[in-house]
């Protein structure tokens, strides 16, 4: 057993009859009353996303998890297959288990998180920023702009971004993993 001091992000817990994986949370301390933890649960079987609050010191039950190296391999539909980088052993997980399953490209390494209870995977870490190659992206036309503006562009793994004007097909970008953003051009 946890308590609310203990609430950081990518815990998972067991919370009404399920297990939820912690993906924001923010301690407040009100003048009037007691302290409590506002926090943004994901489920790890339905994907589905709810906002909780804990009392200061209220008792979470946490899950022992276990991180393991699995390569991304393919899609196949929904599902998206991994292989471990130890023993080659390779799995197969939902859509739902992805944070960014868009910005997923074929060879990358990721953290896949275990339950050491049962063995069962329960989310899929990405890395914080993943670099893609821009395959379309409009051109982008100079003097219109009075501040930072941006144009949408897709990436070779099929996701769009906003991007700024400067960036043109065949460009590669650096891109944010947790909120899905333009970070900056790559030059190789």
Known sequence: MAS???IRKGLCIRYNHDIFK?????????GKGPAFVRTKLKSVTTGKVIDNTF???HKIDDVR????????????????????TDDYNQIALQK???DAPDLLKEGEVVKILFNT?????LSVEMPASVVLEVTHSEPGVK??????ATKPATVETGARINVPLFINEGDKIKIDTEKGAYLERVKE
């Open 65 to 84: 998890v276990e991180t393991r190296s699995y390569q991304y391999l393919y899609p196949e539909g929904d599902t998206f297959h991994f292989m471990n």
């Open 117 to 121: 209870e049962d063995s069962m995977p």
């Open 22 to 30: 912690i993906i924001e949370f923010l301690h407040v301390k009100p």
């Open 143 to 148: 003097g219109n702009t009075a501040t930072n």
């Open 55 to 57: 009392s200061a010191g």
């Open 4 to 6: 609310t001091s203990d």
């Open 96 to 98: 739902e288990t992805l």
